[in-house]
């Protein structure tokens, strides 16, 4: 069985439904702070919060667990320069009581959802693993730290563990049933489609003088059904190896704001206002990943574009407003 922290969230729950179609059973461990009970249509679901650790002691003792994927933290950069203090305790501390249960269970696989915050100003593109790593914010810092802990219970421990760098997680289930719901939401592509659905609100587009081709921010959008698979493969990886690794998860290519709000408008069939702000302190002009070595260790890669982004970000959104509608 796979413990799933945080399996009610956005990529928690695609993963999940992916483990379950491939046969894995799922004990999905979640507080529901974030997540969404109604995402989770497949494994056993246990409500419960890391900070507790009889509980999460609870869900190990009550349940076979031979590998954690763990999705659960915080990721609201703005708020971590804030309220670090929440970060270093529900991202770090949590994770800590995590690594413990599983030394104590002898559980010894780990798949941790880490984050291209970790290297920060990036000095070179595409973004290999190898860069320099040195976060900007509390958040990118927290799962730094979370790394070298990995690390660390590797050496001293034998927790064998693939940290995966998400760049920018987008779209959603093919199929319709899970998407992305955040509250705040403060992505760009959720944005975009809320002014579509005539939400009541522009878009904000913040900066349009960057050194781009097109004046805005270029980030590496990568599908939330190939964010799942490269868990899978993670999953295999330390199986088949026992070997613990980095790995960046992106597909190599960059949007800009600019072209995101057109493709937006193209596949939604609507015109939407978009007002124009200031740069946000801390955003880097361009972010892309490298994921050659992703491919050599895991053999995955990515398989759906920024078409298919837009189009299963668009049904899901459009669907999430109709039920609104009718509630």
Same mark, same amino acid.
């Given at each position: 069985m796979i413990l799933v922290?945080?399996?009610?969230?956005?990529?928690? @729950?695609h993963a999940n439904k992916l483990l379950n179609e491939k046969g894995y059973g799922t004990a999905v461990f979640d507080n529901l702070v974030y997540g969404h009970r109604e995402f989770v249509r497949e494994?056993? %679901?246990?409500?419960? *919060?890391?900070? *507790? $650790?009889?509980? #999460?002691?609870?869900?190990f003792e009550r349940n076979p667990i031979e590998a954690v994927m763990h999705f659960g933290a915080?990721?609201? #950069?703005?708020? @971590?320069?804030? *309220? =670090?203090? !929440?970060?270093?305790?529900?991202?770090?501390a949590n994770t800590l009581t995590l690594l413990e249960t599983? &030394?104590? %269970?002898?559980? +010894?696989?780990?798949v941790?959802? @880490?984050?291209?915050?970790?290297?920060?100003?990036a000095e070179a593109m595409p973004i290999t693993e190898e860069h320099i790593s040195h976060p900007i914010n509390p958040y990118g810092r927290s799962k730094l730290m979370i790394e070298e802990i990995l690390g660390d219970y590797d050496r001293a421990y034998g927790i064998k563990y693939v940290s995966l760098r998400y760049f920018n997680a987008a779209g959603a289930d093919p199929g319709g049933e899970i998407g992305e719901r955040h509250v705040p939401e403060t992505h760009l592509i =959720?944005?975009?489609?809320?002014?579509?659905?005539?939400k009541g609100k522009s878009l904000v587009m913040y900066g349009t003088d960057y050194p781009t081709p097109d004046g805005t921010c270029i980030r590496d959008y990568i599908h939330v059904t190939d964010l799942a698979e490269a868990h899978c493969k993670a999953l295999e990886h330390l !199986?088949? /190896?026992? &070997?613990?690794?980095?790995?960046?998860?992106? /597909?190599? +290519?960059?949007? @800009?704001? !600019?072209?995101?709000?057109?493709?937006? !408008?193209?596949?939604s069939g609507r015109d939407f206002p978009v007002e124009v702000a200031a740069r946000r302190p801390g955003d880097p002009p361009v972010l892309v990943a490298d994921? $050659?070595?992703?491919?050599?260790?895991?053999?995955?890669? =990515?398989?759906k574009d920024m078409g298919e982004i837009i189009l299963t970000a668009w049904a899901w959104h459009s669907k999430e407003r109709n039920r609104e509608k009718s509630h």
């Open positions: 922290v945080g399996g009610a969230g956005y990529i928690g @729950s494994g056993e %679901f246990i409500l419960g *919060d890391l900070a *507790d $650790r009889e509980q #999460v002691r609870l869900c915080f990721a609201y #950069v703005g708020e @971590s320069v804030t *309220d =670090p203090a !929440k970060y270093y305790r529900n991202n770090v599983m &030394r104590e %269970f002898r559980v +010894k696989h780990f941790f959802s @880490s984050s291209c915050a970790v290297y920060g100003h =959720p944005l975009a489609m809320q002014a579509a659905l005539g !199986k088949r /190896t026992g &070997r613990s690794t980095c790995c960046n998860l992106g /597909t190599g +290519k960059g949007a @800009s704001v !600019k072209e995101i709000v057109t493709l937006v !408008k193209e596949v994921y $050659r070595k992703t491919q050599e260790l895991l053999g995955w890669r =990515p398989e």
